[in-house]
């Protein structure tokens, strides 16, 4: 079969032919349906130097945000009819810990005896015709459309879990929510944090169109500038932001979060930009709950096609063959993509 495989740091990808792959106990393979391009594939073949963890070794088929059809299931499997679509939860652990037993393979206490980190990130993923999966990974979509539901296992999985970390803080009347940073992630957290809250969302990016789309899922929108941070709290009646969500992680972006969160409020970042924040104890408003978050729960990520089967969210996708998809990592490299890239291996 065909797949985009990663063989190196700082090396682009390539699409090449590989072995097919066969279940094996607890396993189902699936025909891919759709598979997600993602920022942080970008960051393993462009931007690190090398393994940052031990658990990304090449080579390996790339793609963590994966969709597909069940093909073969592996002996001692049930309940799975050939044909069924799922949505695929990424991450894989040692399934014994207390992360693993809640369902939170990204927090394994033993990742390094499983050897990799998830399917797509150091175990072959989806970019390919065909991707092995445990079966308990599976989360099933029902008759929604599987192709576009791809990206919710990073860009939909993601957000959901951090905005449903901070929902105390979005209790109540008059609550307000900032998304920095419209992308993937972000349009979808803007939909999550409108279904989910009565709170106003305000969002902001540098790209216009991404901002449009914002405003037409319902959030108020500020440009940057010189009076961002003042425009945004005057949005608040001054008070700052309730629930802050960084989806960059950058330098720029951070310095924006730690200015516009409200007292008592929280600051999550969600993006892995590596920028860094100089806190002390008077710049940041008290009792703010800063912390930061890895992907989510298989739990979040049921949680997620359910609203995705009701259309409470929807993911803006742009479509390509497998035979395209150097060229959809290209143009994510470049930061040409205003929409998610899928790669769809079998046409649609």
């Not at 072959?124 to 989360?139: F, S």
């Not at 929280?266 to 008077?282: A, E, K």
């Amino acid at each position: 079969m065909r797949a985009v495989v990663f063989e190196g740091y700082k090396t682009f990808p390539v699409l090449k032919d590989v072995d097919r792959p066969t279940p094996g106990p607890g396993e189902v393979l699936l025909q891919v349906a759709g598979a997600g391009a993602c920022h942080s594939d970008v960051g393993l073949f462009h931007d690190f130097e090398g393994d940052p963890t031990g658990l990304l070794t090449p080579p390996f088929v790339l793609g963590h945000e994966n969709s597909g059809w069940v093909e073969e299931v592996g002996p001692g499997v049930t309940g799975f009819e050939q044909g069924e679509a799922y949505l695929v939860y990424g991450p894989v652990g040692c399934g014994r810990c207390r992360a693993c037993s809640r369902g939170q393979d990204t927090y394994c206490a033993q990742p390094q005896e499983v050897g990799y980190a998830a399917m797509g990130l150091g175990r072959d993923g989806g970019m390919a015709e065909y991707l092995l999966a445990p079966a308990r990974n599976l989360v099933p979509l029902g008759d929604a459309d599987p192709i576009d539901a791809a990206p919710l296992a990073d860009a939909g999985l993601t957000p959901y879990h951090a905005i449903k970390r901070a929902l105390p803080s979005l209790a109540g009347g008059g609550r307000s929510a900032l998304v920095v940073g419209l992308g993937g992630l972000g349009l979808v957290g803007v939909q999550i944090l409108k279904a989910l809250t009565g709170a106003q969302v305000i969002a902001t990016d540098l790209k216009p169109e991404a901002m449009a789309q914002a405003e037409e899922y319902g959030a108020v929108t500020v440009p940057g500038g010189d009076d961002q941070v003042e425009r945004i709290k005057e949005l608040t009646g001054g008070r700052g932001v309730d629930a802050v969500f960084d989806m960059v992680g950058a330098d720029a972006t951070l310095k924006l979060a730690g200015a516009t969160v409200a007292q008592q409020g929280s600051l999550t970042v969600v993006g892995i930009g590596g920028g860094t924040f100089p806190w002390n104890f008077f710049t940041v408003p008290y009792e703010v709950n800063f912390s930061s978050t890895y992907w989510g729960t298989i739990e979040d990520l049921h949680d997620v096609a359910a609203m995705y089967r009701l259309g409470q969210i929807t993911p803006v996708v742009e479509r390509y063959t497998l035979d395209d998809a150097l060229e959809a990592y290209r143009r994510l490299q470049d930061g040409e993509l205003s929409a998610r890239a899928v790669v769809v291996p079998h046409g649609w």
